[in-house]
């Protein structure tokens, strides 16, 4: 399929680039499907979190694995 170069030619239906959300739409429209896997599969950083957030994060993961061994333990416990 070949796209035209010419925005006045595109047809209807076709993000229109005076938008912002549309020049994202645009500019994923021209990529194969190997290009936006692609450009997908790039790493992103670590978001940068204050001390506080951390810490709340790991109470919430050791929470998860205290509920976690409370039902593991008493679907055992329910099988005797």
Do not use: C, K
């Not at 061994?69 to 005797?80: D, E, G, N, S």
């Amino acid at each position: 399929m070949n796209l035209p170069t010419d925005l006045q030619t595109a047809p209807q239906g076709w993000a229109d680039p005076g938008h912002p959300a549309g020049e994202d739409e645009e500019r994923i429209m021209f990529l194969e499907p190997h290009q936006f896997v692609s450009d997908r599969s790039i790493a992103m950083p670590p978001a940068r979190l204050s001390r506080r957030a951390r810490a709340g994060l790991w109470l919430l993961r050791i929470f998860a694995l205290i509920v976690s061994l409370m039902v593991i333990y008493t679907f055992i416990a329910q099988l005797h």
